[in-house]
């Protein structure tokens, strides 16, 4: 670690240069981070609403919910592949301060356990799929369902406190990284 620094810092030494003599450099990328964190995190946290509002006993409501669901994924994980890279071009405009901020690093632990709580609803997702409707008396599958989808609630209050967590974070890294 003690030698990847300042190589780092060297070889990122013109991206430095100019995203801090130039304005518009770095409020475009800034601009970026914010736009992919509005839409990114305003449909997965609108999406997890629509998962805690579904009613149990609505079949017809759940299947829809759970098609909504399933067309959200593209854009949100768009938005986040640009939130790290636009996440990344700020980083490396100031290595030296984040690769020594605690604020960061925590940061980046909300965004790697956001990713993981985002696997763990993709398989919740395939799961309910994939048991559908379950007749009455199917006891065993009618338990299984119901099971996954308290996963699946789970994983959406995740969801909803880790966008949060990744925001506070971030206003916390401009202000005191
Ligand atoms: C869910 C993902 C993310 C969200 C919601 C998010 C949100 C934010 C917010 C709200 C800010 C404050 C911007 C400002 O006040 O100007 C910020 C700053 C920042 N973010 Fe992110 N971010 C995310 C992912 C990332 C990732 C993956 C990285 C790094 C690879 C990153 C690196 C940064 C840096 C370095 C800053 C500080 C910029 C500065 O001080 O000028 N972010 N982020």
């Given at each position: ?87 990344a ?8 301060t984040?690769?020594?901020?605690p ?7 909300v ?47 995740a969801?909803?406190?880790?966008w ?14």
């Amino acid at each position: 670690m003690s030698a990847l620094v300042p190589s780092l810092v060297h070889a990122f030494a013109p991206w430095q240069h100019l995203y801090g003599d130039s304005k518009a450099v770095s409020a475009a990328v800034t601009t970026v981070h914010l736009v992919a964190m509005l839409f990114g995190g305003g449909y997965a946290v609108a999406a997890d609403r629509t998962t805690l509002r579904a009613r149990s006993g609505d079949v017809g409501e759940r299947r829809r919910m759970l098609g909504e669901l399933h067309a959200l994924h593209t854009p949100v994980v768009v938005a986040l592949i640009v939130l790290f890279l636009s996440g990344a071009a700020m980083a490396a405009a100031d290595i030296e301060t984040f690769s020594k901020s605690p604020v960061f690093i925590a940061k980046l632990g909300v965004v790697a356990l956001l990713l993981v709580n985002g696997l763990m609803l993709l398989r919740a997702e395939r799961s309910l799929e994939r048991i559908g409707q379950p007749a009455p008396a199917d006891e065993v599958a009618v338990q299984r369902q119901a099971t996954v989808w308290r996963q699946l609630r789970a994983t959406a209050w995740a969801s909803a406190a880790l966008w949060t967590a990744a925001v506070v974070t971030g206003v916390l890294l401009t202000n005191a990284a």
